[in-house]
């Protein structure tokens, strides 16, 4: 069994690191390259930095932030938001990211996971898929696009199947439900989706406590668990919350 990860997230807005509730109601939480630089220092996995308003703004990632952050933290870095060509995905890599989250401009056009994948390793290619319970489709789960903000009637099953067969190395998986409220991970959507596929799996949306880690990782075959206020608000550090799980027989790196 491979070791879990564990992944502080920097949603960006603004240059500022915002968090909220559902997608809506964002607050100002520091610095991106600042916080990015405490997190490797306490033994975070992996540092993912998603540029929240770049889709709906219709802009690229900003660069210079990620250019920053990427100077200053020592663990792989995965940048995301505005990714709409394989030239941004370029760009993204050359300004010091380790992997390539694409999310709004993969469902509009899915030959972008494709092209990337070929172009630079699907290893490199990470599909986000931000899921929202509903009646609409046959697994209940709908993709929504554009921050969380607009749906697209695509069944988040079958859309993280897709994904996976046109190149996708690893799916980072948010629930708009769960995100920013604190009582832990939908742990049903997370199950689902990793029996759907073969690649890695990162559960996002809905961390509250350090036990919600531990039991996204006891009750699903997930990969990774992403977590963004317990670290913003420092309830815990990266490297306590290694220790809990290690204590309760969880493998972390």
């Keep these: 069994m491979l070791a879990k990860r564990v992944i502080p997230c920097l949603d960006v807005k603004d240059g500022k690191v915002v968090k909220g509730t559902e997608f809506v109601n964002l607050r100002d939480i520091g610095y991106p390259p600042e916080l990015a630089e405490i997190y490797s220092k306490e033994g975070a996995d992996e540092i993912t930095f998603l540029d929240i308003a770049a889709s709906k703004e219709s802009r690229g990632t900003t660069l210079d932030l990620v250019r920053e952050t ?13 990714i709409r060509t394989a030239e941004d995905v370029h760009a993204a890599l050359l300004a010091g990211a380790d992997k390539v989250s694409m999310n709004s401009a993969a469902v509009k056009n ?3 996971i494709s092209e990337s994948a070929e172009r630079f390793g699907r290893q490199c290619v990470v599909v986000a898929v931000d ?4 009646t609409a489709t046959k697994s209940g789960y709908e993709v929504f696009v554009k921050g969380g903000s607009e749906p697209t009637g695509l069944d988040a099953l079958e859309w993280v199947a897709e994904a996976e067969d046109r190149g996708a190395g690893e799916i980072l998986l948010t629930s ?5 409220t604190r009582k832990g991970y939908d742990i049903e ?6 029996d759907q596929t073969n690649v890695p799996v990162i559960a996002s949306g809905g961390c509250g406590t350090v036990d919600d880690i531990y039991r996204v990782f006891a009750e699903t075959d997930c990969d990774a668990a992403l977590a963004a206020s317990i670290f913003h608000y420092r309830e815990y550090t990266v490297a306590q919350v290694h220790d809990y799980l290690r204590e309760r027989g969880i493998e972390v790196r």
């Design 131 to 134: 899921a929202k319970r509903t």
């Design 176 to 180: 708009i439900d769960a995100d920013g």
């Design 110 to 112: 899915p030959d972008l």
């Design 189 to 194: 959507l997370t199950k689902a989706v990793v």
């Design 70 to 82: 990427a100077q200053r933290v020592f663990v792989p870095l995965t940048v995301g938001g505005g």
